[in-house]
């Protein structure tokens, strides 16, 4: 069965700390995807990579990094937290990019930052 | 943005009832797909519609796009309470996902 796991289901940081968010697939994907999600706003893109150490900006990069060193695992940093960066961030992934099939969710982080 | 838009954005209907719940996007797309999220979880997929295709089905859902219209509905035939969620649109360039606002669908027993 198919599995994209976060690391952390509930975070609570402070102001100005650096986040760290883990994902990894188990399925050989070559597509990662960090969203955000907030309420009346929807699932909105940050960042997504097709391949190892390789990365794109999506939607709001803003205040966000990424990481992609193994083809399995792809990490939202945040480097200075601040409030407005409380949300859910999901983390999802697909096959490749020629093929236009499903995104593979993962449960979800919940960050609070105070 | 490119994100659609999903109408109404809430809906309650009895068990037993029929949902239907709508979609809009904004940019040409080589498929549309639908996902369910239960409360605090990640999104599961629920069925997929190809450009080429108008009408699609699996179980008790029916999908239907108007590439024309740039707008796809989503109908749950015969609800359950556990059919209680939110509903979101995804369309897919080819390059990337773009996501609705989302229906949230309450199916009262």
């Known amino acids: 069965d198919v599995k994209v796991t976060q690391s952390s289901r509930y975070l609570v940081k402070r102001t100005g700390e650096k986040v760290f968010l883990e994902c990894v697939q188990d399925m050989d994907h070559e597509n990662m995807f960090w969203y955000r999600q907030d309420p009346g706003l929807g699932l909105r893109l940050i960042y997504f990579s097709y391949d190892v150490k390789m990365k794109e900006k999506g939607d709001i990069p803003e205040g966000y990094s990424v990481s992609r060193e193994k083809k399995e695992r792809f990490s939202l940093i945040l480097e200075s937290a601040s409030t407005n960066q409380t949300s859910m961030y999901l983390c999802a992934s697909s096959l490749d990019r020629g093929h236009y099939g499903e995104l593979f969710f993962g449960e979800g982080s919940r960050l609070t930052v105070l | ?109």
């Open chain 2, 1 to 109: 943005s490119q994100q659609g838009e999903e109408d109404p954005q809430a809906l309650s209907i009895q068990e037993g009832e029929n949902a239907t719940m709508n979609c809009s996007y904004k940019t040409s797309i080589n498929n549309l797909q639908w996902y369910r999220q239960n409360s605090g979880r990640g999104l599961v997929h629920l069925i997929l519609i190809r450009s080429n295709e108008r009408e699609k089905h699996s179980g008790r859902l029916r999908v239907t796009l108007d590439t024309s219209k740039k707008s796809s509905s989503l109908l749950i035939t015969a609800s359950r309470a556990a059919d209680t969620a939110s509903y979101f649109c995804a369309s897919n360039t080819g390059n990337q996902f773009y996501f609705g606002t989302g229906t949230s669908l309450t199916v009262i027993p």
